[in-house]
T-cell receptor
Framework: GQNIDQPTEMTATEGAIVQINCTYQ??????LFWYQQHAGEAPTFLSY??LDGLEEKGRFSSFLSRSKGYSYLLLKELQMKDSASYLC?????????WGAGTKLIIKP | DSGVTQTPKHLITATGQRVTLRCSPR?????VYWYQQSLDQGLQFLIQ???????AKGNILERFSAQQFPDLHSELNLSSLELGDSALYFC??????????????????FGPGTRLTVL
């Protein structure tokens, strides 16, 4: 079967660092996408990983290990505006398989 | 602003009615995807079109249908509406066709959504 697991909810403090994990079991793998979605708004693209390793984009970094079926999104210097859901999606055999998302709550 | 437009922004209608949601993709994008997102739920993929042709189908009900026109805009038709159809409906677009080898060209850019309320 096809399965993507993410924690349902996480809480972190403003200014801190948080790591959001995503594990996947899919019949094929052609890349992993991360999206941010604020409540009631559209998802916005954050990153795409197809090779193992860490990709950094400002305060956000995304890591992929294909052998472990594992990715994480690292958010540094957290700001209140980072409160949102973070969706992991895996490209596999003609489709994107979406995780249910992790709701990140930032506390002052 | 992703470059994807959707109309209308809000739609309120009654059970049993039919509505049409419209989407215009980003300039240069050939694929259009439709998603449904109920309150506090994940994204449910409905259907994809590529350059006018249906490409993939997800959990789309028989009461729902879609098409992509020659100018690449797309419409999602929802009929015999039920209370449970109340949701956010998103359209997304990408350059790629979402082939077996999904690549970065399949990155999807989402429109602002249409909030459908069925009373």
């Amino acid at each position: 079967g096809q399965n993507i697991d993410q924690p349902t909810e996480m809480t972190a403090t403003e200014g801190a660092i948080v790591q959001i994990n995503c594990t996947y079991q899919t019949s094929g793998f052609n890349g992993l996408f991360w999206y941010q979605q604020h409540a009631g708004e559209a998802p916005t693209f954050l990153s795409y990983n197809v090779l193992d390793g860490l990709e950094e984009k400002g305060r956000f970094s995304s890591f992929l290990s294909r052998s472990k079926g594992y990715s994480y999104l690292l958010l540094k210097e957290l700001q209140m505006k980072d409160s949102a859901s973070y969706l992991c999606a895996v490209g596999s055999n003609y489709q994107l398989i979406w995780g249910a998302g992790t709701k990140l709550i930032i506390k002052p | 602003d992703s470059g994807v437009t959707q109309t209308p922004k809000h739609l309120i209608t009654a059970t049993g009615q039919r509505v049409t949601l419209r989407c215009s993709p980003r300039s240069g994008d050939l694929s259009v995807y439709w998603y449904q997102q109920s309150l506090d739920q994940g994204l449910q993929f409905l259907i994809q079109y590529y350059n006018g042709e249906e490409r993939a189908k997800g959990n789309i009900l028989e009461r729902f249908s879609a098409q992509q026109f020659p100018d690449l805009h797309s419409e999602l038709n929802l009929s015999s509406l039920e209370l449970g159809d109340s949701a956010l409906y998103f359209c997304a677009s990408s350059v790629g066709a979402m082939t077996r080898a999904v690549t970065s060209t399949d990155t999807q850019y989402f429109g602002p959504g249409t909030r459908l309320t069925v009373l």
